[in-house]
């Protein structure tokens, strides 16, 4: 995950990178003899791998803030942008069985093997809001909240976000501790009868990092 934001003023631009793959995969073997000298051997191979890729872009622009005390400051956000999801899943499976007759003097060997693959990428407007509270001018609190897809491609899509961030001075920038938890979920179906592929899915979790500002 990596997210880059540039501003002037009240006005600014986003990008967000995700990317994540998860694989499994599991071998099974078994071996028979039902009868003297016939050996029956099968094993076989499964795996299954999927990979996720979100990239956002966007702008925001801030709608109002206040200054609670000296270096204590709160603002809101509008967040306008969109979502590019693509998705790719991987099978393989394959089998291969033996049957080994030493006393006829023969030995048969079948293998079976399939590889089918398919993916999905869609783009989903998004609209939101987010809320940057500073304690001190080392300290601040952000939340945002977004939704989006609307029914033009995705049904509906949604994200929250809190992070809390400690910031150290250096000259000419800063960097950044940070610390929360994002939560993001879509879901989405094309095609119908056998053809219908779709995606539901929640991701949730802690999210740590750094930042760095000039």
Request: proline share 2%.
């Amino acid at each position: 995950m990596s997210y880059f934001e540039a501003s002037k003023g009240k006005a600014g631009l986003y990008a967000d990178f995700v990317w994540t793959r998860i694989g499994l995969s599991n071998s099974t073997a078994s071996y028979r003899n039902p009868i003297g000298g016939l050996q029956l051997s099968s094993v076989a191979n499964q795996a299954v791998a999927f990979s996720l890729t979100i990239v956002e872009m966007g702008g925001t622009y801030e709608l109002a803030h206040w200054n609670a005390s000296e270096g204590s400051r709160t603002a809101v956000d509008a967040v306008l942008g969109f979502r590019y999801w693509n998705t790719v899943a991987d099978l393989t499976f394959d089998r291969t069985t033996n049957a080994d007759f030493s006393r006829l003097g023969f030995e048969v060997t079948r293998s079976f093997a399939i590889a089918p693959s398919g993916g999905l990428s869609w783009v989903d407007p998004l609209v939101g809001v987010r809320l940057r509270h500073q304690f001190t001018p080392r300290q601040e609190l952000l939340v945002r909240g977004d939704v989006g897809g609307f029914g033009l491609q995705s049904t509906f899509a949604w994200q929250a976000l809190a992070a809390y961030s400690y910031q150290w001075s250096f000259d000419g920038g800063a960097i950044a501790a940070v610390a929360g938890y994002r939560a993001l979920s879509t879901t989405y179906a094309t095609g119908s009868g056998l053809d219908a592929r779709g995606l539901d899915i929640l991701l949730h979790g802690p999210v740590i990092g750094a930042s760095l500002r000039f």
